[in-house]
T-cell receptor, first 115, second 113 residues
Framework: DSGVTQTPKHLITATGQRVTLRCSPR?????VYWYQQSLDQGLQFLIQ???????AKGNILERFSAQQFPDLHSELNLSSLELGDSALYFC??????????????FGEGSRLTVL | GQQLNQSPQSMFIQEGEDVSMNCTSS?????WLWYKQDPGEGPVLLIA?????ELTSNGRLTAQFGITRKDSFLNISASIPSDVGIYFC?????????????FGKGTKLSVKP
C-alpha cells in the first residue's frame, strides 16, 4: 500500500461526458502528479501540483484540467470524453517540489472506459 | 516529446534464469529509475540511480546508470515467479522540470515455474 488513494477504481461512461477523478496523496506529501497509462503510449505525464499550485505541465489535453485543494487532495477533470481517453489514470505523490530522488508513490489508478 | 526506448517489449523466461532489459535515449538524464508494476497496481520504485556510471543493487536486482547518461540497464538474477510484471525505466531530463519523469513503454516479464 503506497498510501496514495485514488477514486473511483473503475468508471464507465459515454462519449461527450465529463468525469472527475480524485486523489489523496500520502500523508505529508505536497506534490501530486497525474499520469495517463494507455496500452500503446505507456505512462504519459499530464500535470504536477505542489502545495496547491500548478508546477509542471505535460501532454495534457485542453479538455482535461486539474487542481489541488488546500487539504492537498487533487482532482483531474476530463470533459467532452472521447473513445481514445479510455486509459488508466494514475496519481502519484512525493514529499517535495524538487523531487530530486525521482521517487514517486503511485496510487492503484482509476480505470476509465469511454463507450 | 522526449522518448525512452525500452527493450525488450516482453520476455518469457524459465524460473531461475537471469533477465536483462535496458533503456536508451538521445537525451541526457540526471536520474534513472526502474519501477515495477504488478497487475492492478501502480508502479513501485525498485532502484534509483543518480550518477553516471553508478551501479546499484537491490537484492537480486542490479541496475546501472550509463556513462554517457543516455542509457540504463536492469538485470534480475535467478528469476522467480513473483518477478512477473511490467518493468519501466524512467528518467529525469538534464535541465528538465524536476519531478517530471519520462517513462519507457515497459518490459513485460513472464516467468514459467
Amino acid at each position: 500500500d503506497s498510501g496514495v488513494t485514488q477514486t473511483p477504481k473503475h468508471l464507465i461512461t459515454a462519449t461527450g461526458q465529463r468525469v472527475t477523478l480524485r486523489c489523496s496523496p500520502r500523508s505529508g506529501d505536497l506534490s501530486v502528479y497525474w499520469y495517463q497509462q494507455s496500452l500503446d503510449q505507456g505512462l504519459q505525464f499530464l500535470i504536477q501540483y505542489y502545495n496547491g499550485e500548478e508546477r509542471a505541465k505535460g501532454n495534457i489535453l485542453e479538455r482535461f484540467s486539474a487542481q489541488q485543494f488546500p487539504d492537498l487532495h487533487s482532482e483531474l477533470n476530463l470533459s467532452s470524453l472521447e473513445l481514445g481517453d479510455s486509459a488508466l489514470y494514475f496519481c502519484a505523490s512525493s514529499p517535495r517540489l524538487a523531487s530530486n530522488t525521482g521517487e514517486l508513490f503511485f496510487g492503484e489508478g482509476s480505470r476509465l472506459t469511454v463507450l | 516529446g522526449q522518448q525512452l526506448n525500452q527493450s525488450p517489449q516482453s520476455m518469457f523466461i524459465q524460473e531461475g534464469e537471469d533477465v536483462s532489459m535496458n533503456c536508451t535515449s538521445s537525451s541526457i538524464f540526471n536520474t534513472w529509475l526502474w519501477y515495477k508494476q504488478d497487475p492492478g497496481e501502480g508502479p513501485v520504485l525498485l532502484i534509483a540511480l543518480y550518477k553516471a556510471g553508478e551501479l546499484t543493487s537491490n537484492g537480486r536486482l542490479t541496475a546501472q546508470f550509463g556513462i554517457t547518461r543516455k542509457d540504463s540497464f536492469l538485470n534480475i538474477s535467478a528469476s522467480i515467479p513473483s518477478d512477473v510484471g511490467i518493468y519501466f525505466c524512467a528518467g529525469q531530463l538534464y535541465g528538465g522540470s524536476q519531478g517530471n519523469l519520462i517513462f519507457g513503454k515497459g518490459t513485460k516479464l513472464s516467468v514459467k515455474p
